[in-house]
């Protein structure tokens, strides 16, 4: 989860040796019973999915009811990953400030943090036992049960990640910080219901209230992005309209109900599963015999293998990890200086945002309307014009390297490297193929590229671990249930956000910019540049694409073109250093330390916000391959 780092609080002690112990015993009983049936709802996803697909395509006989089944396993999964995320500490959290302070206070803004995610929870535990008990009078037109089954995940999950935060407290929090924590988070709650006769005359300066500064405060004093955006919207709801917060969690439940998000889980299973089987190390080690030979050779190779390899998995982190172990040996031995590897890490990372089938492409689609199958084409040569750029700087910066000692590779070779890469160089062309030429859903082929994978596997690459399956389940429903969670509290927000009546003040400022579409593309540049490097793609996208991509069909810019657009401009936020957290990702992956790669990354980032510059102002770039 791109350089957002986990619930790491330097723990002073335990309450009491007994309370603990006690402790320590609950969360590891509790934790295997909650990752082992997130991990199974994993398997039973793509066991259901896969079921559907091949009954649809080989049998012609479709499954009426797999659709319905896998959407309420969704919900259970989102909900037990998000649990499973709490107790790992994976949920994505704004660190920057918090990492520059001393141990002790850093140990006591863990608690806070804790602190204010079970304020969160305990208000809206009611609530969301309501909404379970209203949907039970409806009845799924296909399994013909209780929606109840399916609704009755949000409070069984509320009720976990309880469980989970109070452990976590007592495992890893002195008495002091609990009560610290705990006293301040409950004097702040109380200063906000007192205040709240005062605060329902204001109108909509309690948006910036709520939406500005109880946001930014709470992101950067490390609370998880999902509670700060769903701490936000609570309140703002709560004490300054009459709105019942049954319907907050109805939001909440239609944010992680969309059906193309299916696809978040099964795609990083993907990814975790391409790294396991060698497909990846093929696909790499293909790549350096065709170019390992030049000058910056394996830097290309880098930029090439983060283009075939990104999107697939839905973590950057994961991406890098799958290639930096094989590359950066290697070119250290050349003589390249970790700085700069990290620094070019970071910057194919936010090159590479747009490559199909990405999360963030799926998640745009998902709250915006546009078609994934149009996302997914315009999104392959905005990247080659960013990974351009990157070329041009490596060129100018190796264009000295000694290759006196470098083995070049004969045809030979090569042809036996491409052989044997060649199932696994094969996978992403086919995912991407079939979901632009509409041959299947980006769910259904997802599914098919894990039974692909793990045949390939198997049969071909001979290298399946099957003690690592059960920790790549458990990886997935965490990663999942931290990415659905955070669209579901910023769904929620950016209602709360409509209701309020800023989109259409929002509508009708950015309608005014001066310069028109030109002035609206570079207000939005700047405005995502800012978001990406303190919300994140996702929760960014979440929370203002329904909000921007209305006004940009009304100032006359292709919905694709500015899906482009923002997206490599919330990358280029979320790599660029000393905010963007997706640059510390990549150097916990590299392990380098982040001062190494200030002094070389400048150059990357300019390249990157020169191709930005270059999508922006041809908009052909991102539509040129669309069907129309």
Not at 76 to 94: D, F, K, P, T
Not at 302 to 309: D, F, K, P, S
Request: proline residues 5%.
């Amino acid at each position: 989860m791109s350089g957002l780092t986990a619930l790491d609080a330097a723990p002073l002690g335990p309450p009491s040796q007994a309370l603990g112990g006690f402790a320590q015993r609950a969360d590891r009983w509790l934790g295997l019973a909650i990752e082992s049936a997130a991990a199974l709802l994993v398997a039973a996803e793509i066991c259901v999915l896969f079921a559907g697909v091949t009954a649809r395509y080989l049998f012609h006989a479709p499954l009426v009811w797999s659709d319905e089944l896998a959407s309420i396993l969704f919900l259970w999964l989102s909900m037990l990953g998000a649990a499973v995320a709490l107790r790992r500490g994976e949920h994505m959290r704004m660190t920057a400030l918090v990492q520059r302070v001393s141990p002790s206070t850093r140990a006591l803004l863990d608690a806070l943090a804790l602190a204010a995610s079970l304020a969160f929870l305990l208000l809206v535990a009611w609530p969301a036992l309501e909404y379970a008990q209203e949907e039970a009078f409806i009845v799924t037109p296909a399994l013909e049960i209780s929606n109840a089954w399916r609704a009755a995940a949000i409070p069984t999950g509320v009720g976990l990640m309880i469980a989970m935060v109070l452990l976590r407290l007592l495992r890893s929090c002195s008495w002091g910080q609990i009560a610290v924590a705990t006293l301040g988070v409950a004097a702040l709650a109380g200063v906000f219901w007192l205040a709240g006769p005062l605060l329902a005359p204001l109108g909509k300066l309690n948006l910036v209230i709520f939406f500005v500064g109880v946001v930014a405060a709470t992101v950067f004093a490390g609370v998880p992005i999902a509670f700060s955006f769903a701490l936000a919207t609570f309140g703002y709801l709560a004490l300054t309209t009459r709105t019942p917060m049954l319907v907050m969690v109805g939001r909440l439940d239609e944010g992680m109900s969309h059906l193309i998000l299916l696809a978040v889980p099964l795609f990083i299973f993907l990814g975790a599963l391409i790294e396991m089987t060698g497909m990846a190390r093929a696909m790499i080690r293909f790549l350096a015999s065709l170019l390992g030979h030049v000058r910056g050779g394996l830097s290309y190779v880098l930029i090439g293998a983060m283009y075939l390899v990104s999107g697939i998995s839905g973590s950057k982190i994961a991406d890098m990890a799958a290639i930096a172990p094989v590359l950066f040996p290697e070119m250290k031995k050349r003589g390249a200086k970790p700085g700069d590897l990290v620094a070019l890490l970071s910057a194919t990372g936010a090159q590479t945002e747009t490559i199909p089938p990405s999360i963030v492409l799926i998640t745009i689609g998902s709250v915006t309307g546009i078609s994934i199958a149009a996302l997914f084409a315009g999104g392959l040569l905005p990247a080659v014009v960013l990974g351009i750029a990157l070329c041009a700087v490596v060129w100018w910066r190796y264009r000295h390297e000694d290759l006196s000692g470098v083995e070049v590779q004969t045809k030979r070779q090569i042809a036996r490297l491409f052989a044997v890469a060649l199932p696994a160089v094969l996978l992403p062309f086919v995912i991407r193929a079939a979901v632009v030429e509409g041959v299947a859903t980006a769910t259904e082929v997802s599914t098919i590229g894990i039974v692909y994978s793990a045949l390939v596997g198997l049969l071909v690459y001979r290298q399946f671990d099957w003690g690592r399956l059960r920790p790549m389940l458990v990886e997935t429903a965490s990663l999942s249930g931290a990415i659905i969670f955070i669209v579901g509290c910023a769904t929620a927000m950016a209602w709360g956000l409509t209701q309020s009546g800023f989109s259409q003040d929002l509508a009708r400022w950015m309608a005014g910019i001066p310069g028109g579409a030109w002035g609206f593309l570079a207000v939005s540049v700047l405005a995502f540049i800012v978001l990406g490097s303190v919300l994140e793609g996702i929760p960014a996208i979440v929370l203002f694409g329904p909000l921007l991509f209305p006004i940009a069909r009304a100032v006359g810019v292709h919905e694709v073109h500015y899906a482009m657009v923002v997206i490599f401009a919330m990358g280029i936020g979320l790599f660029a250093p000393p905010f963007g957290v997706g640059y510390y990702g990549a150097c916990a992956v590299s392990k380098v330390n982040p001062d190494e790669g200030l002094r070389h990354i400048g150059g990357y980032m300019l390249a990157l916000l020169a191709g930005l510059a270059l999508v922006v102002a041809i908009p052909w770039i991102s539509t040129g391959f669309l069907k129309t």
